[in-house]
Nanobody, 126 residues
Framework: QVQLVESGGGLVQAGVSLRLSCVAS????????MGWFRQGPGKEREFVAG????????YYTDSVKGRFTISRINAKNTVYLTMNSLKPEDTADYYC???????????????????WGQGTQVTVSS
């Protein structure tokens, strides 16, 4: 069982940066690929970024490429999402998710992930 706790969300103006953190419980964090998803108002949950268990592979949805960076520190059981040049359309609840795999292919479908955090809200004003 893995528990995930996100933090770092908030209300910000367009153009600024935020860094989301997700801390995982347990001693097997390095066995999990991690992903960030988001769900905006009135929208379905969508994949944002993913990182392989060792951090060698990352993948982003097109709308955040060049602005967002996913990273992880396995010794701290933590995955980060650094979000630069935020736009109002980035407004959403952001969720981290864990997928138990040693494959480096990044899953982009939510039902491929095994554990989810409770989410952290990001609101970007124009």
């Amino acid at each position: 069982q893995v528990q995930l706790v996100e933090s770092g969300g908030g209300l910000v103006q367009a153009g600024v940066s935020l860094r989301l953190s997700c801390v995982a419980s347990g001693r097997t964090f390095s066995s999990y690929a991690m992903g960030w998803f988001r769900q905006g108002p009135g929208k379905e949950r969508e994949f944002v970024a993913g990182i392989s268990w060792g951090g060698s592979t990352t993948y982003y949805t097109d709308s955040v490429k060049g602005r967002f960076t996913i990273s992880r520190i396995n010794a701290k059981n933590t995955v980060y999402l650094t979000m630069n040049s935020l736009k109002p359309e980035d407004t959403a609840d952001y969720y981290c998710a864990a997928r138990r795999t040693r494959l480096t292919t990044i899953a982009t479908i939510d039902n491929e992930y095994d554990y989810w955090g409770q989410g952290t809200q990001v609101t970007v004003s124009s």
